[in-house]
């Protein structure tokens, strides 16, 4: 690979990983916390391990303060995206259309999801332990579930853009 076809591919890391991290968190907001209602950003707080005040799901002040704190977290996610969608087109200013469908730019997005799954994982779920995947008796296995799909996607996204080409112009396509 030409250093020039280099820099094409590293141009897209960035933006890539960055959409990526949005987008996985807004999988995780969507499916995780609406559909299937298994957690919400503090379900698994308490004073004694972070100092923040335990808000139960299960009734009305709880569920409105764990919905605020899932709307923040929306929030986040958005300007992800929208920082990603930036970066990209600053960076591309030609064939946004190839760019679009290359194996490089998706690579680093789901490279990105996964990197958010990992850091989500270790700290929300097991360093601060505001909430789990699946709270109960098997919330560690959730949680390593969790974790080895945000590795799995990860390094699955870091193949996938290596498989991608970049044109002469150094460019990726």
């Known amino acids: 690979?030409?250093?020039?076809?280099?820099?094409?591919r590293?141009?897209?890391?960035?933006?890539?990983?960055?959409?990526?991290?949005?987008?996985?968190?807004?999988?995780?907001?969507?499916?995780?916390?609406?559909?299937?209602?298994?957690?919400?950003?503090?379900?698994?707080?308490?004073s004694d391990r972070i100092g923040v005040r335990y808000y139960?799901?299960?009734?009305?002040?709880?569920?409105?303060?764990?919905?605020?704190?899932?709307g923040i977290f929306h929030v986040v996610c958005w300007l992800s995206v929208l920082v990603?969608?930036?970066?990209?087109?600053?960076?591309?200013?030609?064939?946004?259309?190839?760019?679009?469908?290359?194996?490089?730019?998706?690579?680093w997005i789901i490279a990105g999801w996964g990197l958010f799954n990992l850091v989500e994982g270790v700290?929300?779920?097991?360093?601060?332990?505001i909430h789990h995947v699946r709270g109960g008796p098997h919330q560690l296995w959730w949680d390593?579930?969790?974790l080895v799909f945000g590795?799995?996607?990860?390094?699955g996204?870091?193949?996938i853009q290596r498989g991608g080409k970049v044109a002469d112009s150094g460019r990726a396509v």
């Open 1 to 8: 690979m030409t250093a020039t076809a280099n820099q094409g």
């Open 10 to 46: 590293v141009g897209l890391q960035l933006p890539g990983i960055v959409l990526g991290v949005g987008l996985g968190g807004f999988a995780d907001g969507i499916f995780l916390h609406q559909i299937f209602q298994w957690h919400h950003m503090l379900t698994s707080t308490n």
């Open 56 to 70: 139960n799901p299960h009734t009305v002040s709880g569920l409105e303060m764990n919905t605020v704190w899932d």
């Open 84 to 107: 990603g969608l930036a970066v990209l087109y600053s960076r591309v200013t030609h064939d946004r259309r190839r760019v679009w469908s290359s194996r490089v730019l998706w690579g």
């Open 123 to 129: 700290v929300d779920h097991q360093i601060l332990g």
């Open 144 to 146: 390593i579930g969790f």
């Open 151 to 155: 590795a799995l996607l990860l390094v």
């Open 157 to 159: 996204g870091w193949l």
